[in-house]
């Protein structure tokens, strides 16, 4: 399956963003779908993920309340809503899909897209 993430820009300290991610290639409600993001010199670190059906979803605790994981299995998207925005989101940001596993782990998951560039500074 081919991912493709986008929504990604600057905003402001309390602000909020809406990121999505377009798939391609496979039957996209076989795939269980995740949200990472890495900052520089960071490690790729786990942000939300939700099941094939959308039934399930799990966040990091450094955004749960803030962000929402959600998708649309009729258009083949999963999106992350970010709301009370801080410096510390500040990073590229990227989806990631798996048919097995769903957890909190980079290794949960075999499907990459290219990153979107995330940026809260005043």
């Known amino acids: 399956v081919q991912l493709q993430a986008s929504g990604g820009g600057l905003v402001r300290p309390g602000g909020s963003l809406r990121l999505s991610c377009a798939a391609s290639?496979?039957?996209?409600?076989?795939?269980?779908m995740a949200w990472f993001r890495q900052a520089p010199g960071n490690e790729r670190e786990f942000v939300a993920a939700i099941s094939k059906s959308g039934g399930s979803t799990y966040y990091a605790d450094s955004v749960k309340g803030r962000f929402t994981i959600s998708r649309d299995n009729a258009k083949s998207t999963v999106n992350l809503q970010m709301n009370s925005l801080k410096p510390e989101d500040t990073a590229v940001y990227y989806c990631?899909?798996?048919?097995?596993?769903?957890?909190?782990?980079?290794?949960?998951?075999?499907?990459w897209g290219r990153g979107t560039q995330v940026t809260v500074s005043s």
């Open positions: 290639g496979r039957t996209f409600s076989n795939y269980n």
């Open positions: 990631a899909a798996d048919r097995a596993r769903f957890g909190p782990s980079k290794e949960d998951y075999f499907y």
